[in-house]
């Protein structure tokens, strides 16, 4: 069987070319074949944002949004967040399967004997003022991780890559337990490498000055599947700038921070706290009405509806919103969700936003869920950190192994002006 292609003829000459096409697309670099003269550059294909281009092969997370459907390595979201682990789903997004009994207890030791950090990040944290954001401070302490590790730039040797990926997904809870409690006027809880990696995060968040915490069973368990449900999700903002980073053969640790950097952003990361300002902001279910009407007219828009990939209901949104009654059973009632659900049922009844396909996504309902923990809203993309770190870790290690990848540096279409002479500052 012959290779599937694309003819395609380039009517500024008449020509017609043969472009292969290969699981699904086309290479890009193929388009300069079609060129109006001899001295001609050849086309390029111009993407802003990268809606339509793909910029890596990969394994690990597979999305298809017209159906709603995540998958990390194959295996279905809904099934990861009723079954498994935070632990557990690491490993999957890490090394490509789910553990054996035996490779799961030695994954979890492996990580919690990177709980602890080096000394020299801490005076890092305590160098910002409590009333900073938790995000800058992360991105601060990534990038401080890769002064403590010499090793870390030994990116080609396959042993330190892997050492730095456990590091990285140790260090992170560790991390954020310790700047959210300098954020809180407290002082650090040292993690207990006895309990399991979700028990012992919120230990590290939320125990008093004797170290005791005894969190339920269903808040360690809504939390881990907080974490999942975060884990990865294919080439997103902060991802694709993770990538781009390592292509330039940066470590580990400098390329989390700059991924954190593109999390950090109100479009990103800090998405479920402007869901909670527009709850906030409405007030009352009896505004809901109004609101709606506001957006349909053009004034705003609801936050968490919609997303660049689903245009579906999204998978982890439903999920979280199944999880959310054991947590408010457990913690009491955030007085906002009778409002969410006032708001998704209008919006979803409405064929203004029937007809474009917006739908809750995660962040609608995680928001909510986080600050039943009693968490502050500068704390959510940070938290959105520690479950991201894993998958970070594995893009890391993928893109590593990629012959295909060299530095990323995309091309542009000039449109300034050329051949300009110098003009004397006085000539002006």
Not at 39 to 57: I, Q
Request: charged content about 20%; some cysteine; overall charge neutral.
């Amino acid at each position: 069987m012959s290779q599937p292609s694309l003819t395609v003829t380039d009517n500024r000459t008449g020509k017609s070319l043969e472009v292969p096409v290969q699981d699904g697309a086309v290479r890009a670099i193929d388009l300069r074949q079609f060129k109006t003269s001899p001295d001609d550059f050849g086309l390029l294909s111009y993407d802003p944002a990268y809606l339509n281009t793909a910029s890596c092969r990969s394994t690990i997370t597979f999305i298809d949004g017209d159906k709603g459907i995540l998958e990390y390595r194959g295996f279905p979201i809904d099934q990861l967040a009723e079954r498994s682990t935070m632990a557990e789903c690491a490993y999957l997004t890490v090394h490509g399967e789910l553990p054996t009994s035996a490779q799961l207890t030695s994954w979890e030791r492996e990580i919690a004997s990177n709980y602890n950090l080096p000394a020299g990040v801490l005076p890092t944290i305590y160098a910002f003022d409590r009333a900073s954001h938790p995000c800058v401070m992360m991105i601060s302490c990534l990038a401080a991780l890769s002064g403590q590790y010499p090793d870390a730039r030994r990116v080609l040797d396959p042993a330190a890559r892997n050492l730095q990926a456990m590091r990285l997904i140790g260090h992170v809870p560790t991390l954020a337990a310790t700047i959210y409690r300098h954020t809180q006027g407290h002082p650090p809880i040292s993690p207990d490498a006895s309990l399991p990696y979700t028990a012992n995060f919120l230990r590290m968040m939320f125990a008093g000055p004797d170290g005791k915490y005894q969190p339920s069973k269903a808040l360690v368990r809504a939390m881990d599947v907080l974490l999942i449900l975060h884990l990865d999700h294919e080439q997103n903002c902060s991802t694709s700038t993770m990538r781009g980073v390592a292509s330039s053969h940066s470590d580990l640790f400098c390329a989390a921070s700059a991924a954190m950097a593109a999390l950090y952003g109100p479009l990103h990361g800090g998405a479920n706290e402007e869901v909670l300002h527009m709850l906030k902001q409405i007030g009352h279910q009896d505004k809901v009405a109004d609101f709606v009407k506001s957006v349909k007219e053009g004034h705003g828009k609801i936050m968490g509806f919609g997303h660049r990939v689903y245009k579906n209901y999204d998978p982890r949104a439903r999920v979280i919103k199944q999880m959310a009654d054991a947590v408010f059973a457990e913690v009491g009632k955030n007085p906002l969700i009778d409002l969410a659900l006032e708001l998704e049922r209008i919006a979803l009844s409405d064929e203004y936003f029937i007809s474009r396909k917006l739908y809750p996504n995660v962040d609608f309902y995680s928001g909510l869920v986080y600050e039943a923990f009693k968490l502050p809203e500068p704390m959510f993309t940070v938290m959105f950190a520690v479950a991201r770190a894993s998958g970070w870790a594995a893009h890391y290690l993928e893109i590593m192994q990629d012959a295909e990848q060299k530095i990323a540096r995309p091309r542009q279409l000039y449109l300034g002006a050329r051949g300009r002479n110098y003009v004397p500052i006085g000539k002006r």
